[in-house]
């Protein structure tokens, strides 16, 4: 299949199933295979992207995955916008850690004008600061006009995930649509930014749901594609849901890596709980991460990722470096899970964030 698509094949729905239940003793054949288109596309470059909450909790929408849904009983840090100072200052953070990207988030279903023309002035000084440094906003579902605003004011991409499939869209959400998340991937792109969208995975989609979900991303055309292992947190609709494996994590991985090869594939929050002793593994086939805290929940200790990412023979991109430049070995660069197990174990509960933007205390860099 690697070599299927190394020469430009497109994957099947039936090697997408033969991926999602391999077995155990597969697993290794099948990581080789996908750090093999990894490799590839992006040699031994790691993306490292930064999260700044913008806004945090206060969310009308009903999404059952999220602690910042309405309704939610998380304890969860809350705070409206936050001033363009402290976002330069927590972005700052994150690309002295290492970062090339950073991420603004906003919860809340989409953006008035008004909270665009916050965003984009945001964007504007972290430009004018750290050109060489890409911007992506993920503000929710865009009217007309809003990514055209965000492309002016220098913003490089837009984030908005689709999360599942369009079948069991109204199972994680009734306040808006799949077909909303789509239109404003589609809007995005079509304003010149570089669409990221991507999935939740663990909330009891089924196989065959799950490829639904990649083989849309691969026909919308993402350019990276987040795969977030739900975080069950108390206090929401999905708290107590542990159905992933780390094994069926790699797995989920290994089959974006294999519908999209050149495609940036990130191991996004959830990876600590889920993949656990086995995130260094998936490096080889996911090519970034987030550094840090997530939106609301604390990941991993910065070092810890920083170390992960060294020990495994991998480099962190620098600023301004394209991903797809070809190293020198040394050279340095700038599912329905299975059935029972002990992957299964109830994991780490979701350790909520307490540190960083919206808090006196230092962020996790
Ligand atoms: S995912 Fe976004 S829209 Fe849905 S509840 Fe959370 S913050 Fe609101």
């Known amino acids: 299949m690697a070599d299927q698509q190394l020469g430009g094949g497109a994957l099947t729905r039936a090697q997408a199933l033969a991926i999602l239940t391999s077995d155990d003793a597969a697993l290794l054949d099948l990581v080789a295979a996908a ?21 945090s909790g206060l969310c009308p929408e009903d999404c059952t995955y999220c602690s910042q849904r309405l309704g939610s009983a998380a304890q969860i840090l809350k705070y409206t916008w936050l001033k363009p100072d402290e976002v330069a200052e927590q972005a700052s953070c994150g690309i002295l850690a ?5 991420c603004l988030v906003a919860s809340g279903k989409g953006p008035t004008d008004r909270d665009v023309e916050r965003v984009a002035t945001m964007v504007a000084g972290l ?27 220098g913003t490089d991409a837009y984030n908005h995930n689709i999360n599942t499939s369009e079948w069991n869209y109204a199972d994680i959400c009734t306040t808006h649509e799949y077909a909303d998340r789509v239109n404003t991937a589609g ?14 995975v663990g909330m009891g989609e089924a196989d ?31 708290e107590d849901t542990w159905l992933l494996t780390p094994a069926q994590c790699l797995r989920i991985l290994a089959l974006v890596r294999f519908a999209c090869p050149d ?24 090519n970034s991460l987030f550094l840090g805290d997530y939106l609301t929940s604390e990941g991993q200790e910065a070092k810890a990722d920083l170390d992960m990412i060294a020990d495994a023979g991998f480099v962190v991109l620098a600023p ?36 960083g933007a919206g808090t006196e205390l230092a962020p996790n860099v």
Do not use: W
């Open 35 to 55: 750090a093999t288109l990894r490799r590839a596309h992006f040699a031994n470059t790691v993306k490292v992207n930064y999260l700044v909450n913008l806004k």
């Open 98 to 102: 290492g970062a090339s990207r950073v």
């Open 127 to 153: 430009k004018e600061e750290h050109p060489q440094v890409e911007v992506c906003a993920c503000l929710g579902i865009l009217k007309d006009g809003q990514a055209d605003r965000l492309r002016d004011a």
């Open 187 to 200: 809007k995005a792109k079509d304003a010149g930014l570089s669409p990221c969208s991507g999935l939740i």
């Open 208 to 238: 065959d749901e799950l490829i639904d979900a990649v083989f849309a991303l691969r026909d919308l055309g993402a350019d990276s594609i987040p795969v977030n292992f739900l975080m069950p947190f108390e206090g929401t609709p999905l």
């Open 263 to 286: 495609t940036e594939l990130r191991m996004a929050a959830g990876r600590e709980m889920h993949l656990r002793s086995l995130q260094p593994l998936a490096l080889h086939v996911a």
């Open 320 to 355: 301004g470096q394209h991903a797809a430049v070809r190293h020198a070995p040394g050279q340095l660069a700038p599912g329905q899970p299975d059935d029972g197990g002990a992957g299964h174990a109830r994991a780490q509960e979701p350790a909520i964030r307490q540190r």
